[in-house]
């Protein structure tokens, strides 16, 4: 057991370590893609991640709602999805990264998904 | 034993792979002369300098790494690198040719010396490694890739991230490992990724040029005081992925201190700020 004042110690270095590593003060329209994002982004992340297969792909095309149905997607993130809400979906916690590639299935190119963002402000 | 010959930092897209792609017309076109121009002449210096490898520092945009087990540092130990689908089918290129036997040499050194990279017998590159990579090492008139590469990628998507001092000494380490490699090849360090650019939220499209400019400026004169800022000054300067600038800064530290820049271009266009910095190291 760790007496009180080391614990303390020890939770002061933490905070002063974590500094290095975990922006603060960033303005709100900041984000980052991090705990919080991908924690809650999981699903949604898998689901565009599997567009980097030949195969999702085709059945993206042929049958959205069966390839939706293997990412165990909330009813919310069905609807982003079927929305193509991308604000809702980055704010859903999809990664740009997998973003680009559901936007080359839908057919949105990036410049509208920018749009997009840039009046979400 | 291996040198270190120079080093390139160059930035990554999509839109360069688009441009290249389209042919030589359009590389040199009013609209892409200004990047791709500055281009040719890292290629011609390279065809002068006839490096034996490139150690092509780069970060992955989930198209070989997932969220599933995402590597902080991660080492090419193969001896070829397919290229990736990253969901619009693969580009045309042939697997990039790898070097095993240095990239072991280069995971045993980097372990010994206390970096711990993820090792990987099977890599397939995204644009991180060849958005740039065609303009400076491909023969589009046989088709081939020229040099080996030993490819070595850095977290710069889901934080916490490596800090920026963690990848200078990253490349410091890395420049060691290459010293100490047995055969007599010349190496060119090349990092990949930034400049300034945001492609999420209300910020989405915004470059800072004048900081584009002090960043390329600092890593040739001043590489040790880009270590001091952090992901969070990164982000409030360039942009939410403009910290892949650590790339950069990664490949400065394989370099002599006192290498200095020969080629240095710099073009913000659209939503993205564009640069080339090829360093000589003497010799």
Redesign the interface.
Same mark, same amino acid.
């Given at each position: 057991m760790l007496n009180e004042s080391t614990a303390t110690e020890l939770t002061e270095d933490y905070l002063a370590r974590l500094?290095?590593?975990? %922006?603060?003060? /960033? %303005?709100e329209? /900041?984000? /980052?893609?991090?705990?919080e994002t991908?924690t809650r982004g999981?699903r949604l992340?898998?689901a565009a991640?599997s567009?980097?297969?030949?195969e999702q792909?085709e059945l993206f095309a042929r049958d959205e709602n069966a390839w939706m149905d293997q990412f165990g997607l909330t009813d919310k993130e069905r609807e982003l999805m079927r929305a193509r809400d991308w604000i809702g979906l980055?704010r859903a916690g999809m !990664?740009?990264?997998?973003m680009?590639?559901?936007s080359?299935?839908t057919g949105v190119p990036?410049p509208e998904?920018?749009r997009q963002?840039?009046? !979400?402000? | 034993m291996a040198r270190v010959l120079g080093g390139i930092g160059a930035s990554h897209a999509p839109s360069m792979e688009h441009v290249y792609d389209a042919g030589e017309e359009t590389r040199r076109n009013e609209e892409w002369e200004p990047l791709f121009g500055p281009f040719q002449e890292v290629s011609e210096w390279l065809g002068e300098l006839r490096p034996d490898r490139l150690v092509v520092i780069y970060n992955d945009h989930m198209d070989e790494f997932f969220l599933n087990a995402y590597p902080t540092f991660a080492l090419g130990v193969a001896d070829e690198y397919p290229i990736a689908d990253e969901g619009f089918g693969a580009r045309p290129f042939p697997p990039l040719p790898g070097d095993s036997r240095m990239g072991w040499h280069i995971a045993r050194s980097l372990v010994a010396d206390e970096f711990d990279p993820t090792i990987c017998q099977e890599l397939e590159v995204d644009h991180g490694v060849i958005s740039p990579l065609p303009m400076v090492d491909f023969s589009e008139g046989d088709g081939q890739w020229r040099i080996p590469v030993v490819p070595l990628a850095v977290n710069v998507i889901l934080h916490p991230l490596p800090t920026p001092r963690r990848c200078y000494k990253l490349g410091q380490a890395l420049r060691r490992a290459i010293l100490s490699y047995p055969e007599d090849l010349g190496v060119v360090v090349v990092g990949t990724g930034g400049l300034s650019h945001q492609l999420t939220g209300p910020r989405f499209g915004r470059v800072t040029p004048d900081w584009d400019q002090e960043f390329m400026r600092l890593l040739a004169e001043d590489p040790e005081s880009l270590c001091d800022y952090k992901h969070e000054d990164l982000i409030k300067l360039g942009g939410t992925e403009s910290v892949e600038v650590v790339n950069w800064l990664a490949m400065r530290g394989a370099l002599p201190r006192e290498a200095k820049p020969i080629v240095k271009a710099y073009y913000a266009h659209k939503i993205m700020g564009y640069g080339l910095e090829a360093f000589a190291a003497a010799q």
């Open positions: 500094d290095a590593v975990r %922006p603060r003060d /960033l %303005p329209d /900041l984000d /980052l893609f991090d705990e991908a999981l992340n898998k991640y567009l980097k297969e030949a792909r980055w !990664s740009i990264y997998v680009v590639k559901l080359g299935v990036l998904i920018g963002m840039r009046e !979400s402000g | -």
